[in-house]
């Protein structure tokens, strides 16, 4: 049974720091696509940061230089270390997994589809 499971929400203060960890199991890909979308209030879900299998990443250009994704591949976990958090940051945040075709060269945001594995999603608030 597949199972993603997002963890490490919560509230904070702008300029503050949280790290959101996302366990992966149950599912086998010869290559994959991790990665974080959110959905902020009156939004629509966006991507946020994925990384392949052959390490290479990419971010949307809002989070630049604020977030790192990053993956354990020893326990297929994922993580997102979010610094310097702003209230337009609050959003539902969760967790996928796909297939990366050999054919793209990274994880883009149309690789992942609703026939990948999501999460349920974690909550991150960020207060002003």
């Known amino acids: 049974q597949v199972q993603v499971v997002e963890s490490g929400g919560g509230s904070v203060q702008a300029g503050e720091s949280l790290r959101l960890s996302c366990a992966a199991s149950?599912?086998?890909?010869?290559?994959?696509?991790m990665g974080w979308f959110r959905q902020g209030p009156g939004k629509e879900r966006g991507g946020v940061a994925a990384?392949?299998?052959?390490?290479?990443?990419r971010y949307a250009d809002s989070v630049k230089g604020r977030f790192t994704i990053s993956k354990d591949s020893t326990t297929n976990t994922l993580y997102l270390q979010m610094n310097k958090l702003k209230p337009e940051d609050t959003a539902t945040y969760y967790c996928?997994?796909?297939?990366?075709?050999?054919?793209?060269?990274?994880?883009?945001?149309?690789?992942?589809?609703?026939?990948?594995?999501w999460g349920q999603g974690t909550q991150v608030t960020v207060s002003s």
């Open positions: 149950g599912h086998y890909y010869s290559r994959e696509c």
């Open positions: 990384i392949g299998s052959d390490g290479s990443t």
């Open positions: 996928a997994v796909d297939y990366f075709p050999p054919n793209r060269d990274f994880c883009g945001w149309d690789i992942f589809t609703p026939i990948g594995y």
